[in-house]
DNA sequence: CGATCCATTGAAAGATGTCAAGCGTAGTGG
DNA sequence: CCACTACGCTTGACATCTTTCAATGGATCG
């Protein structure tokens, strides 16, 4: 939907993806954070709401669940995790976002942002004030459309991790993970086969609804199958074919 | 969020909550569609673009998945559940819709809805278009941030469900689940402690990720506790307290 | 080099699933 | 009106998967 850049405004180079100062509309991400296009006027006037971007190190927070809901963030590099805590005081982790989507919107609702979200890695973090979105989507009525499906985004991708964890065994939970990480990456025109896991195996298990050990065991069978190479957080998906097999159950 | 009534001009005594005439203005069920007030002139807005509602017997569809997306519905009367297919073909329900609740959101993201959603029980639904929705946010932002907050609600609810299934033991989620009913049956003014059941075992099975023969030894293990009384569908809540404390596993 | 954190591995226990049988209620047809 | 059937629910015995507990290994950092 949204994707906002950090813009800082003592350097040179705007065509730069990778350069602070790279607006909306020229950002590698944005056909991520933006799933329709706007206009170039309209991608000026969302460049103009964005608030200063802040890098943030690994571990440090973005937002604290219960803290007053103020904006979304579009992830510009690294990964973040979002947490909430259950009824009975023990964390849960919701989700993991990659570069080019979008967390917070699960504040809305009571004004409040319900879960916790801590960088996993040093990732860069656009921010947009939602009144911001607010009222630039009462001009913009693709805009409004935009963050609607945006919404409606997350809650089929919630759906779809409740479906996974109703009805999957551990084996199925860590090939749906391993291929959802993987098409992220192909999207960003990274490797789908070869890359590095942002989360420790401690997030994944609680994300999956794992025990370490079992994450753990998994990963070690998956590797003897000759489908995996597993080294600590780098993987090679030497089968792709084969964990999808694995991750609907169809063998 | 918005809740829509089923409009017949052919009846009078527009101000009975059971009468088809009842508007959005005066409909018992306002405070949960339209969790935040709007003004007369706006609910009477909204009442104009809602379209003949269709009461529904049990086991017909409001909508099947990938059916296009069209409208949001508000439950005025009965209750369905949501179903989605996981990728091995089974059905998962993600979730339970009771008067006053809204079901639908999902379909945006890819402008096809991905659940089905079914009629546990006869159900009258209200209908609202979601171009009606969009073009009336524009007039009206505080319509905009009720269907906003009404999508994040959603998603902090998925949220929750993701929660329970990662954590969870079977009691938990089923303490969780009648707590869960409790409470929006008392939201409506209804019992907390007495009510009847919407959907089957099966149901409650596939919601919670158990098989029906887990729900049914929990039902009676909570029975022979003496916490609640379980005749078929009817569910007596003796013990409120130690439910609670069930579901949050503090015992 | 030692301490610490994270990950791996093994053995045993526990929870839920599977398979199978039986029961009750509701609906159907004689 | 009664018997029969079908369906949903319950219960038991056993199998399986995951967790728990415990020990070890390896990497990183001071």
């Known amino acids: 939907m949204i994707h906002i850049q ?12 990778h350069d602070k100062r790279v607006s909306c509309g020229n950002c590698r991400l944005n ?14 006037r969302l460049n103009e709401i964005v608030q200063r971007g802040r890098p943030l190190q690994k571990g440090e927070y973005l937002y604290r669940a219960n803290d007053r809901f103020t904006s979304l963030f579009a992830v510009r590099s ?23 989507e979008v967390v917070g919107m699960e504040g809305l609702a009571e004004d409040r942002y319900t879960n916790s979200v801590v960088a996993l890695e040093t990732a ?8 911001s979105v607010e009222e630039l989507s009462v001009k913009i009525p693709s805009l409004q459309r935009h963050i609607f499906q945006l919404m409606s985004r997350e809650i089929t991708q919630d759906q779809q991790i409740i479906t996974l964890l109703s009805k999957s065994t551990a084996e199925q939970r860590i090939a749906t993970l ?31 609804g794992l025990t370490i050990e079992t994450v753990s065991r998994v990963f070690t069978r998956l590797q003897k199958q000759g489908i995996l190479e597993v080294n600590r957080k780098d993987i090679v998906i030497n089968d792709l074919d084969e964990l ?8």
Chains 1, 2 share one sequence.
């Open 31 to 44: 056909t991520l954070c933006l799933p329709l296009s706007l206009h170039i006027d309209d991608i000026d």
């Open 178 to 208: 391993l291929l959802s990480i993987s098409t992220r990456n192909s999207r960003r025109h990274l490797s789908a086969t070869s890359f590095s896991l942002p989360m420790s195996r401690t997030d994944i298990g609680n994300f999956l």
């Open 78 to 100: 690294g990964a973040v995790k979002a947490t909430t805590l259950s009824d009975n005081g023990e964390e849960q982790v919701t989700g993991f976002y990659l570069p080019g």
């Open 124 to 131: 860069s973090i656009c921010e947009i004030p939602f009144h």
């Open 6 to 17: 950090v813009v800082d405004t003592s350097r040179t180079s705007p065509h730069c993806a």
């Open 244 to 251: 999808r097999s694995i991750a609907t159950g169809t063998e």
